[in-house]
């Protein structure tokens, strides 16, 4: 499923990143998506600084970046399938290497690649320092409507029971099916109705679990955190590096110095 | 004590699809007694106790806990009185973390935040679960889950224990340690099971149900003495007052 587990369990870490209040750590990687979604769509050169972020929290969280990397590798085709007709309908060349024309399809179907693995390594990276049931808790007192706080934390909690019943669901049909395609597609919409039915039922018990322990519409959770010193620098620096990263190219200024370097020494023979 | 006293009075219920799940069930239990509700699947069992706490409402008759008939109106104090713990934990816990599931309660109840921790401790020590207060309910194994979910319970300071199937699926150590802290609870218990050697070890009175009706309702020695009326409603006696599979003999009772 994703990881979710693992991930989870990354998240009750407790590294200096790992202790930062949730709403800190929340409210940069929002900059950052907004930031990084912000430019323009031809531009690629530009956003990759941006991986200084995600790589500079994997070493101070200590997280496993090869897991990392292959939660975000899961999501990137589907990104990839967003920007693949780009290049079919925009052939406009926007730029030569050598000899070989670049369209701005190509331009930017790469933008959108780019794009997707930073804002989701970014995501991932955020469940893996902080943890999802903190996540949810900082974006409700960010201000996020109390009632989508509580889906998401019960879609939480009940994936792993969801994807448990369809693993053991599939198992039994797979164990009867002699490896042959069984009978097709049939099964798996049965299975899947049933899912629906089971999962129906099962809300109704937690609902009724809920009335029993007198829950009257509110959530209370207890979290003693607090945004302090630590918490303001870490969003105060990174805010400042994004916008610094956004409005100054600097793979390009580096281009630019070393072009205008070796025309100055071409000059001067 | 009139307040722990748990009634019905010629009880019936039909599900919506038709189903007769309860015919005209009375019973009365008492203070501090210890009550197992047996019978076949289907029987009546789960329908009865989700009529305790109003999570059902019957077609005719009514349910009294203490001195407030169960109806939409006294709801609240109703389930202040009932603990409920469900058959299957993962339907029970619900929260994040084991320490806000057990706190659920209590603060729903209006407990103050700062009083809170130390009820939540104490629920979750007497079910010897204390070291699990900060994992995630499904990193649980099902006898630890089974444990919390008892938790949650106590940890509202309930009157009345309603339990379903409280050992189903555990192995024996947990299933012994389950038995253990229900034989010391001093609420009035009344716990649905198949395990009816746990029943006879946890239960001073048995009521047998049949197809929605009551059909004996004595002292568990009695009940299990029966073997005809056990026999008719598709139970046996519990493994150990059966002969032995090995010798045929009955161990001396």
């Known amino acids: 499923m994703l990881g979710f587990r693992q991930l989870d369990q990354l998240a009750a870490r407790g590294t200096r990143i790992h202790r930062l209040d949730a709403r800190a750590k929340v409210l940069v990687v929002l900059v950052f998506i907004v930031t990084v979604v912000s430019f323009g769509r031809y531009e690629l050169s530009a956003m990759v600084p941006f991986f200084l972020f995600p790589v500079a929290v994997v070493v101070l969280a200590d997280l496993p970046a090869g897991f990392i990397a292959r939660k975000v590798a899961l999501v990137i085709p589907f990104a990839a399938a967003i920007g693949i007709f780009n290049p079919l309908f925009d052939r406009e060349i926007q730029l030569y290497l050598g000899s070989f024309a670049v369209s701005g399809g190509w331009l930017s179907c790469a933008s959108i690649v780019l794009r997707a693995t930073l804002t989701v390594t970014a995501a991932v990276i955020l469940v893996a320092v902080t943890g999802f049931t903190a996540v949810c808790e900082a974006l409700e007192r960010l201000g996020m409507p109390h009632p989508l706080a509580v889906q998401l934390l019960f879609m939480h909690r009940y994936l792993f029971v969801l994807a448990d019943a369809a693993a053991r669901a599939s198992r039994a049909r797979e164990l009867r099916a002699f490896g042959t395609r069984g009978m097709g597609m049939g099964p798996f919409a049965s299975m899947a109705g049933h899912l629906l039915l089971k999962s129906w039922e099962r809300a109704e018990r937690i609902h009724m679990a809920m009335l029993a322990r007198g829950f009257q519409g509110t959530f209370h959770l207890q979290r003693g955190s607090g945004f302090g010193l630590p918490e303001l620098s870490f969003l105060v620096s990174w805010t400042a590096l994004f916008m610094i990263l956004r409005f100054t190219n600097i793979p390009l200024s580096i281009g630019h110095a070393v072009t205008v370097f070796f025309n100055a020494g071409r000059l001067v023979p | 004590m009139s307040h722990h006293i748990v009634a019905a009075d010629r009880l019936s219920f039909s599900y919506p699809d038709g189903t007769v799940a309860l015919r ?230």
Do not use: W
Request: glycine share 8%.
């Open chain 2, 24 to 253: 005209s069930v009375s019973f009365c239990i008492h203070h501090g007694e210890s009550v197992a509700l047996i019978g076949a699947n289907g029987a009546g069992k789960s329908t009865l106790l989700q009529q305790l706490n109003g999570c059902l409402t019957p077609s005719s008759g009514e349910v009294r806990i203490g001195d407030f008939p169960v109806t939409p109106k006294t709801l609240h104090e109703v389930r202040r009185t009932v603990g409920m713990v469900f058959q299957d934990p993962d339907d029970q816990l619900f929260m994040p973390t084991v320490f806000d599931d057990v706190a659920f309660g209590p603060l729903n109840r209006g407990v103050a935040p700062k009083d809170v921790a130390a009820q939540v401790t104490a629920a979750l020590q007497a079910v010897g679960a204390g070291h699990l207060a900060g994992k995630p309910p499904y990193r649980l194994s099902c006898g630890e889950k089974k444990r919390v979910a008892i938790a949650t319970v106590l940890a509202m300071d309930p009157a009345i224990l309603v339990m379903d199937e409280p050992t189903a699926g555990l192995d024996p150590c947990s299933r012994r340690e389950v038995i253990k802290l229900l034989k010391n609870f001093s609420h009035t218990r009344i716990i649905t099971s198949h395990d009816l050697d746990m029943v006879a070890e946890v239960c001073d009175r048995v009521i047998v149900m049949h197809g929605g009706e009551i059909r004996a309702d004595g002292t568990a020695e009695e009940i299990f003495a029966d073997t005809e009326l056990l026999a008719g409603c598709r139970l046996e006696p519990p493994f150990s007052m059966q002969a032995c599979v090995v010798c045929g003999r009955r161990t001396a009772s």
